[in-house]
């Protein structure tokens, strides 16, 4: 099986694939500049790296220009001034200046913009080069809407999928979507999917790769392929739409790949879902030349990795670029590494990064006396991307050249290593994605892995955890963690009174430990949930605004999202609490 080159991924990302009138801010930038340019002329994956490796090997240098170029393009920002830079664009002024800052502190800031301009949200997707064929991008546009100033907003990844030099990119680099824009802006996503699914069978020869924006939106269409197929087959057969497809622009261009009826495809894949055991290997069968399947598959959406490996059968996934919606990171620079070994190699032209060590330095006080009284925990300052060091880990700060200043992403990586002079970033997991209770301090991966761990004795019995999320409960006293599954099948009494209590033991954080021995956090509960929930929740925030390609799942929910919660407890069908420390 051919494997994509080294360094690949970085030959789009939104950065470089700007709209029209974008062009004019991103172009300020020299080395982003140079970079449009290249795509613009011609497609050269060659120059890419090229690039890429002498910003790379100057990290430093590339570092102190952009932060300088950033701070001269907004240096009139009302937000700058009143920090007191009079002009200056170095680290030093800049970081002693200006504060390091949370969502929390700019959401009154950002609210009066969104009133303006409206919000830019998400992150388009990536893609590799591979040989003339076609992609099965499971990628949907979200719903414009207006803002209070009168213009036209929308999320960043419908921006990006809308504009024309994604799509000449995308044809240059040989991996058009398979799907008509009609089904990616469609106003229904379930239709949409559905589509999706229908364009990638007809096309079934020439898909070279699957991907989507996350790894949870691949197994979601895979999971509703189970479901629809054999209507599938028969629209295939008989060259006419389902009946399920109401939007009119879907089924008149669904209609020009549907031109005519085509029984021997139809009952070849047919065939094929007959033959499925489990369904496993379902996309390496169904698309004989797909290469890879392509995502973002690190930090919340590892949990979907087991789904998605047993969907590909001998297909390797590949892990997207590092990037959030306050702006790109990294670029995966080893794609052939399994995805929970990602690593990403940090783009120093793209914004001016921090990192904050997550080690505390206590500082004592001292009494008269001179005897130490007390110790204060003291957040650590932050250090420049070229000064962390390998092993340690921190928490990413962005300064970017659409106006974040010093921004707290909440992301904790870990430095595993440098190309050239930037380092190599692994995702280790959100920061404070849990409330607390007492002392404890588990974080959105060791909920993962106490779920991964639970979730192995439902093998025995062929059974799986479709999705999961968590709350800390404090209506009672003491407090206690609650864990939401839904299971894709019965599972018995037993073997669910094991799951609890493994999932309660699972958890080894010092604090929650020792807060369970002493009965200061109680015993942890699991509600197994109704089948279709996470569904429900999906649908909800999709209700909202959201798309499927950028979902996640909650993984703690809390009393803030009293809607999720609600359609949580409404489906509970049987509640079980741990006896782990008894």
């Not at 009946?243 to 209609?255: F, L, S």
């Not at 069968?285 to 973002?296: A, D, Q, S, T, W």
């Not at 930037?422 to 994605?433: A, K, S, Y």
């Amino acid at each position: 099986m051919l494997q994509p080159p080294r360094i690949s991924s970085l030959l789009t990302t939104p950065s470089f694939l700007p709209s029209q009138k974008d062009k004019q801010n991103l172009g300020r930038n020299p080395s982003q500049q140079v970079m449009l340019e290249k795509i613009e002329k011609a497609f050269d994956p060659e120059a890419v790296i090229e690039e890429f490796e002498g910003l790379t090997m100057d990290a430093k240098r590339v570092q102190i220009e952009t932060l300088k170029n950033i701070l001269k393009e907004n240096g009139e920002a009302e937000y700058l001034k009143k920090w007191g830079l009079d002009g200056r664009t170095d680290p030093e002024s800049y970081s002693s200046c200006v504060p390091v800052v949370t969502h929390k502190d700019l959401e009154p800031l950002i609210q009066q913009i969104a009133d303006v301009l409206g919000p830019l949200k998400g992150r388009g997707s990536s893609a590799f080069p591979i040989g003339n064929g076609k992609a099965l991008s499971f990628i949907y546009g979200s719903k414009q809407f207006k803002t209070k100033g009168g213009l036209l907003a929308g999320t960043a990844t419908t921006n990006v999928y809308r504009s024309d030099q994604f799509k000449k990119t995308m044809k240059s680099m040989q991996t058009p979507c398979c799907s008509p824009d009609e089904v990616i802006f469609g106003p229904d996503f379930h239709q949409s999917l559905y589509c999706h699914l229908l364009c990638g069978l007809v096309f079934r020869d020439e898909i070279q790769v699957i991907s989507s924006t996350f790894a949870h939106s691949i197994v979601h269409s895979f999971r509703s392929f189970e479901l629809v197929w054999e209507e599938l087959c028969s629209d295939i057969k008989t060259g006419t739409l389902s009946t399920r497809i109401t939007v009119p622009t879907i089924r008149t261009a669904m209609a020009k790949i549907l031109m005519k009826p085509n029984p021997e495809l139809a009952d070849k894949i047919h065939e094929k879902c007959l033959s499925f055991s489990n369904w496993y290997g379902l996309i390496e069968e169904l698309f004989p030349n797909v290469k890879y399947i392509y995502g973002i598959m690190t930090g919340s959406m590892e949990p979907y990795l087991k789904k998605l490996r047993h969907y590909a059968g001998g297909i390797p996934l590949l892990s997207a670029d590092y990037g959030s919606s306050e702006g790109w990171i990294g670029a995966n620079v080893n794609p052939t590494r399994p995805p929970e070994m990602a690593t990403f190699a940090v783009l120093p032209n793209i914004g001016y990064f921090e990192f904050i060590p997550l080690r505390e330095n206590d500082v004592a006080n001292q009494d008269q006396s001179g005897l130490e009284s007390a110790l204060i925990p003291v957040e650590p300052r932050p250090v420049g991307l070229t000064d962390v060091e390998i092993g340690e880990e921190y928490e990413v700060v962005v300064t970017n050249f659409a106006g974040l200043y010093r921004y707290r992403l909440g992301d904790v990586v870990k430095v595993v290593g440098f190309h050239n002079a930037t380092p190599e970033l692994q995702f280790v997991c959100r920061r404070n994605i849990m409330p607390t209770i007492n002392i404890d301090k588990n974080t959105e991966k060791d909920l993962q892995f106490s779920v991964e761990a639970a979730a192995k004795l439902l093998a025995d019995e062929k059974l799986e955890v479709v999705d999961f999320t968590s709350q800390v409960d404090l209506s009672s006293d003491p407090g206690h963690y609650v864990i939401f599954w839904e299971v894709n099948g019965e599972a018995s009494e037993e073997v669910l009174k094991e799951c609890c209590n493994c999932l309660d033991s699972a958890f080894v954080d010092a604090g929650y430990v020792s807060s369970r021995k002493v009965q200061a956090i109680g015993p942890l509960e699991l509600r197994v949930l109704k089948t279709g929930t996470f569904q429900k929740i999906l649908d909800h925030y999709v209700g909202m605004g959201s798309t499927l390609n950028q979902f996640k799942t909650p993984r703690c929910v809390g009393p803030v999202n009293q809607i999720v919660l609600q359609i949580l407890c409404n489906n509970v069908v049987k509640s079980y609490f741990s006896t782990a420390f008894s």
